[in-house]
């Protein structure tokens, strides 16, 4: 921990004292942080779970009337969700009953008509008239939605294809080598054909060496030779 902060009740002086040697009293300051913090526990109040508490109290019984309660409200939520399907279920069957016992008529019919029983006879005929030709539309679109979903999974794969056709399409165009070039040579650079080109092509290059030296190295002899010369 850093001593910057805190104050300097001693202080450094010239002279004999000098180096430490310096004999004074302890001092009779110190710091609010230096002060003892936090000497006693806090204890648990009553209603905190107490040691004295904790004894007295029954746990496993505890336990097992959780467990009950759990198990009681989940079995309770099952009957009740039993007894809701099971009055949905008498409710459709109300329902069918009641429809199965609607006997269809013509809008002019009057109630006498009703009750001859070759009207009856003919209604009945009708009914399963109108029953075959109820199936009859039910096949025909059937077989309209089977031919449509056979029509739409044709046109995906199509597309599909499509799609997988231009992707090789454009791979190919992306590939020089499968273009189809007409020279594989390389183009001319700008500078071919310029005058000042590859001057120094015929001369000898000297190969650096290097010299601990420096009265002897290549640079002091060349300088020697061009300046002093």
Request: proline content about 3%; charged content about 45%; glycine content about 4%.
């Amino acid at each position: 921990m850093t001593t910057a902060a805190r104050p300097t009740w001693a202080p450094a002086k010239g002279g004999n004292e000098q180096g430490g040697t310096r004999i004074f009293g302890p001092s009779q300051k110190y710091s609010s942080r230096d002060l003892a913090a936090h000497t006693t526990l806090k204890p648990r109040k009553e209603g905190q779970d107490t040691s004295d508490e904790l004894q007295k109290r029954n746990l496993r019984e505890e336990l097992e009337e959780r467990e009950r309660r759990h198990f009681s409200s989940k079995e309770k939520n099952h009957g009740e969700d039993r007894d809701r399907k099971k009055g949905h279920l008498l409710l459709e069957g109300v329902r069918r009953d009641a429809d199965d016992r609607i006997v269809p008529r013509s809008v002019d019919a009057d109630d006498s008509d009703i009750e001859v029983k070759s009207d009856e006879s003919d209604d009945d005929d009708d009914d399963a008239d109108e029953e075959d030709d109820t199936e009859a539309l039910l096949a025909e679109l059937q077989q309209i939605k089977k031919e449509r979903a056979e029509e739409m999974l044709q046109k995906e794969r199509e597309q599909q294809e499509e799609e997988l056709k231009a992707k090789e399409a454009e791979l190919i165009r992306g590939n020089p080598l499968l273009n189809n070039p007409t020279s594989f040579n390389v183009k001319r650079r700008w500078d071919d054909d310029v005058v000042f080109k590859n001057q120094a092509r015929g001369e000898a290059k000297v190969a650096k060496r290097f010299i601990n030296d420096t009265i002897r190295n290549d640079f002091h002899r060349k300088f020697l030779q061009k300046y002093m010369k």
